[in-house]
């Protein structure tokens, strides 16, 4: 009897280890079929260059090159703003600040992460939108600037808390080494936390690439989803995952458009799943040491 | 015979409870000093007081002066007296970076040379004052946490030495180590008593006893018995110290 429990939970627990690996490549399967019959009728480099986005026009053309123009757009902006902050918070909190502000911080950072995304969005809709069109004077806030920002927003938790994480793993013996021989404070941390820390901080960045790329109700609420490659960060941007969601529900199921979605789905997918890939070298490389 | 440090009055305390009792103590230029005596001696807080090591932890107070030739370390800007006073830790710890790399951290940070050439020089002096040369030449460019563990805190060692620091504490430096490890570290120690002073903590009463010229006890946070190394430890004046030498102790 007891044996037969054993079994029963061990084929349980199995199960549900490698549930998520099954949904994982049931949804890239379904991708790749949905997408690769778009692709037979469709190119893939016309898809990939092409400038046009009218799915329903009697002649449609499926151009998503302004959506990726539109998401690399967004997502760099976000990390040339995230990513300063973020590393230096971490430093911040790992390295100078004292214990009670330290607790504080992290908890407020790692609540910044339960923030819903509309919620976002909508507080960037009503704040930063109108503040960026008058500071700037240009005729509309939703551009690819404001969605960066709010986006920034979005990936500095993941970034703060896993570099933290790594910069306080960095054993204190490294920190009390280099200060015995005479190193300053931001010498330590600059020469030996940082180095140290490298690998995880990488990858804490890649993390929130990650996210940013993938992020939709925000850059869906204050991009202004203007399907036209934007001459500056100052225009509206449409990115790969508002043109999804906005448009998947006005599709007719099986038909052209809705295959040329899934394309988009897929071509993101690759992206994520890349960037994810990138930050788990780097992880296990971090544990390796 | 010159006092190179000069204790007067030394209290140290952790949250008010009190680690080091008003202790007064000289270490002369080029001996070998080594500090024996049972855990919650304070002989570590000792030696980390030297080079301020202590003063990041928060609960850490003192009492006291201390002079390093003259001069109040105390008073001393901190960077400049750990490039004065050198410490080696009980771990080895190389930093995570070449073997070469490990050596130069330090000149290069404090801004002491320039030139490649000259960081040549000062890698190769300090590796041989370190009796590490010999061992590694061939592959200074490789991860400092490749080499074995003796052999890092050799490397340590010479990383301290690149500074050309007056004196070096030893915080139980073989406690990690090999009998042949520690025969070597201990050599190298011998060797560097011509330049430089040298403090040494240590757990391994028989290693007091090989390589030091003066020995103090401590106990309880108080300096029992300071006396050159054989005739304390053929003849201690105080019973404490006995028990503690022969091992009859606690």
């Not at chain 2, 807080?45 to 002066?65: A, E, P, V």
């Not at chain 2, 011509?194 to 090989?210: D, E, G, H, M, P």
Request: aromatic content about 10%; glycine content about 6%; hydrophobic content about 45%.
């Amino acid at each position: 009897m007891r044996k037969i429990i054993d079994t029963t939970i061990e084929t349980i627990i199995f199960i549900c280890g490698i549930l998520s690996i099954i949904f994982v490549v049931l949804i890239f399967g379904f991708l790749f079929k949905e997408g690769f019959a778009f692709f037979k009728s469709f190119g893939i480099i016309e898809f990939i260059t092409g400038r046009f986005w009218y799915p329903t026009s009697n002649t449609p053309s499926f151009g998503i090159f302004p959506f990726i123009i539109g998401s690399i757009l967004v997502t760099v902006g976000a990390c040339i703003i995230a990513v300063p902050i973020g590393v230096m918070t971490a430093l911040y909190i790992s390295e100078v600040a004292p214990k009670g502000i330290r607790d504080v911080l992290k908890s407020a950072v790692e609540l910044m992460t339960a923030i819903p995304s509309v919620v976002v969005g909508f507080v960037g809709m009503v704040t930063l939108v109108p503040f960026i069109r008058t500071l700037f004077n240009i005729p509309t806030g939703l551009t690819a600037f404001s969605g960066s920002i709010m986006l920034a927003f979005m990936a500095m938790p993941t970034i703060v808390t896993i570099s933290e994480d790594a910069m306080r793993s960095v054993p204190w013996q490294y920190k009390e080494g280099a200060l015995a021989l005479g190193a300053t404070k931001w010498q330590t941390i600059r020469r030996i936390v940082l180095k140290a820390a490298m690998p995880g901080v990488i990858a804490a960045i890649m993390l929130g690439v990650g996210r940013v790329i993938g992020e939709t109700m925000t850059v869906m609420m204050i991009t202004g989803n203007s399907a036209r490659i934007p001459l500056s960060i100052f225009e509206p941007v449409r990115t790969m995952t508002a043109v999804v969601a906005a448009e998947m529900g006005e599709t007719v199921r099986g038909g052209m458009h809705y295959k040329s979605l899934f394309a988009i789905a897929l071509v993101l997918f690759l992206i994520t799943f890349i960037i994810n890939f990138i930050a788990d070298l780097f992880l296990g490389k971090n544990k390796n040491k | 015979m010159v006092d190179k440090i000069k204790v007067e009055n030394l209290s140290c305390y952790y949250d008010k409870k009190c680690a080091l009792e008003s202790l007064n103590i000289s270490i002369v230029q080029n001996e070998i000093l080594s500090i024996i005596g049972p855990a919650n001696s304070g002989k570590t807080t000792f030696l980390r007081t030297l080079n301020r090591m202590n003063d990041f932890d928060k609960t850490y107070s003192r009492k006291g002066k201390v002079y390093l030739v003259g001069d109040n370390i105390f008073d001393m800007n901190m960077e400049n007296l750990r490039k004065r006073v050198g410490m080696l830790f009980a771990m080895p710890i190389p930093l995570p970076m070449s073997i070469y790399e490990n050596v130069v951290y330090a000149p290069k940070r404090l801004g002491l040379i320039s030139k490649k050439s000259e960081l040549e020089t000062i890698v190769e002096q300090a590796l041989k004052d370190a009796s590490l040369w010999d061992e590694v030449k061939d592959r200074l460019d490789s991860s400092a946490m490749k080499i074995s563990g003796g052999q890092q805190q050799r490397l340590c060692i010479a990383r301290i030495l690149a500074i050309n620091p007056e004196v070096i504490l030893f915080d139980e430096p073989c406690s990690g180590l090999d009998p042949i490890s520690t025969a070597k570290v201990e050599e190298s120690m011998i060797e560097l008593k011509r330049k430089y002073t040298i403090v040494l903590v240590t757990n391994n009463v028989k290693q007091a006893s090989r390589v030091s010229d003066r020995t103090a006890f401590f106990l309880m946070g108080k300096l029992v018995e300071i006396d050159k190394t054989d005739r304390l430890f053929v003849s201690p004046k105080e019973k404490q110290t006995e028990d503690y030498i022969t091992g009859r102790f606690g």
